[in-house]
């Protein structure tokens, strides 16, 4: 069965093919009658659907025959065209609902189905019941008055109020005056009639509700909505009518799909409907193309007023799309343009320590200085030694244009799209390096940056802060002489740099035989007996000078002692766990002062106090003198009133676990007045006098063996 006949028997609509003798209840090929597939004849026109089925031509009708089927075609002919007419009508109104079709097409066509009605001959007339023929142009005359402009409420009501004139109460009674069998014809076509009429209400019901539904179509495959019209008429040979159908079938299977969208029944039973008056209308050529199915028009007019709408909702969400995604970029680049941010960033690349990145993050304040990797590692240099100088700077930053020492800035400059760009800056510095000859050298991390007319004063700069090696050098009295200064300059400090040029000899002294002399911790030669005259050095500020050497198996140190500006200088530089100098000068001043008092005759001899600064005690040859000294200036006869002793401490020397100590004492004797004598000075050299070398109980050993008066002004 084809897919035609298939949508006949699911919407329950009466054949329009009135050659289609498929399964279910048809019409006779000849007269329309209502038969069934079993029946071998037309009950009405004695019609052979035997020969019909297999191709055979009819066999010639008898008179009688002849007389009683066109009786029957006459009786049948008004009410069938009316109700084909009716029903017709019924359906293309549908079909104007779901397809929004135009309001006139569906007039014209309901006034052609009303005039065909009465189209019958005269003489069938009476045969015919009154009522059907009433129903059917009381039905026809209210779908003539409807327009397409409206309300589909309206339309819908109007719908009902004709399938109510189609079925009037006494359709089903037969007339008494009828023959039984005209009246048994009579009343099947009009039950028929009722039972589509009703199929036809129901679909309008059915319309109304998919028109108010929300919910999406189901959708049909490419055969459901494929749907062919024919042109052949109910009165064609059946051979024709057979190669149609196998035409139709081959036709429905081959087209392809072409429908996007769901077809509703509703939209399928109209389509079918189109197709049966286009079917009862005569064509003019068989080779005439068929006409274009109304589901694909509906199709095609739903598709043009969707499209619109999509487009626009497709617009409006690239457009939503379009702005989130500006907004999007706009707050992450207020975060990442922010002032907080770059500075964050310009900092993290400091922090890196690589010349290469730092010269890029950075630029000069000065035009006449241009950062590069070359010039922006005295930079680096003083940040790596000095880690807590980038975490100050970058807190002052974050709240000034500035550091609080002028070395660091960070600006506007520019913009990053709409955004504020900021730069972070560094100030150049300049230098004054000041010394006393008349045309030094001056090198900055090795290069010459001497000022084209050299003098005592020059101006060095502009230079990137940081740490540099700062050399000066200068020819004077046949001698070179050069300063190098490891020094940081930054924006704030002081503007002049004291590199002195200035020879300098210094003699070194120390309580040590053997000991190693260092100037600023370079070696500059070992004692020789506790004494060494340094070569002429070149000045320079703190300068520092100190002695090592080796006592009982362990490096000893001297405290450090400042250079000074003197040509001439002797700096004493002892070591504090062997007797040094001034331990020695304080124990022989105790001594000597002792023994002052006791040359006083009034004063006690306390020669016991005397002996305690001997090791030996009275025993010592030292004391002995001594005390001999001061007997001889008690005595009455040597007119002696006291005796002061001045002692100096020329040398104190610790050579293999013994001290020797060199100094000089001077005496003054007091004579008493009524003598007449004047006043004695004589000084006493000793050299190699032996001192412990307990420091914590220093004592006297002896005066040596060298004793020498080196001066008497009152000899006699």
Known sequence: ???????????????????????????????????????????????????????????????????????????????????????????????????????????????????????????????????????????????????????????????????????????????????????????????????????????????????????????????????????????????????????????????????????????????????ADEADEPTTSESEAPVKPAIEKAESESAEKIRPKKSKRKWWIIGIIVIVILLGAFLFGQHYFSRDAQLDRAFAVLATNNPSRVSQVMTSSDADLRLTPGNSRPFIRFTKANPQYLKTSKAQLKKANATKDGTLGFVKEGHHFIFTAYQLTIAPTYRTIATDLPSPSIYLDGQNVTAKKPAATQKIGPFIPGTYTLKVTAQTDDKTLSRTVHATFLTADAQTIDLTLKPVTPVVHSNVANATVYVNNQNKGTLQNGQLTLPALTWEANSKLHLETKIAGETVKTKAVTLTKAAKQNIQADFTTVPTTAQAQDLLTRLYTTASSATNANNANDTAALAAYFKNGTDAAAYKKLATFITQARASNSNIDHTDFKVQVDQVLTKNNQTTVDFSVTYTTSYVQTSGLQTRVQTYHYTGAHLTSDTKNLQVIDFGDNEQKTADNNAN
């Not at 009405?44 to 066109?70: F, K």
């Not at 549908?94 to 052609?112: H, K, L, M, N, P």
């Not at 589909?152 to 004139?165: D, G, M, S, Y």
């Open 1 to 275: 069965m084809n897919r035609l006949s298939q949508l006949k028997m699911n919407t329950h609509l009466f054949a329009t093919d009135l050659g289609d003798l498929g399964a279910g209840e048809f019409f006779c090929p000849n007269c329309g009658a209502p038969i069934m597939t079993s029946d071998k004849k037309c009950a009405n026109c004695g019609y052979d659907l035997i020969a019909y089925r297999e191709g055979r031509p009819q066999p010639a009708p008898t008179s009688a025959t002849t007389s009683q089927a066109s009786s029957a075609a006459t009786e049948s002919a008004a009410p069938s065209t009316a109700a084909v007419a009716s029903t017709a009508k019924s359906a293309a109104v549908t079909s104007q609902i779901v397809e929004s079709t135009e309001s006139a097409e569906v007039t014209d066509s309901a006034e052609s189905a009303v005039t065909s009605a009465p189209s019958a001959p005269d003489s069938a007339l009476p045969d015919v019941d009154e009522r059907v023929i009433e129903s059917a142009a009381s039905a026809a005359a209210i779908l003539s008055s409807i327009q397409a402009d409206e309300n589909p409420e309206e339309i819908i009501a109007k719908l009902r109020a004709a399938t109510q004139q189609l079925v009037p109460d006494d359709l089903g009674q037969p007339a008494s005056a009828q023959p039984q069998s005209s009246a048994s014809l009579s009343s099947r076509r009009e039950a028929h009639i009722a039972d589509k009429t009703k199929d036809i209400s129901d679909i309008v019901d059915q319309v109304r509700a998919a028109t108010d539904s929300a919910q999406p179509r189901e959708h049909l495959s490419p055969d459901d909505i494929t749907l062919e019209s024919t042109a052949s008429s109910a009165a064609q040979p059946a051979t024709r009518m057979a190669r149609h159908e196998k035409t139709a079938e081959s036709a429905a299977e081959n087209e392809p799909y072409q429908a996007p969208r769901a077809v509703t029944p509703e939209e399928r039973a109209a389509a079918s409907m189109q197709q």
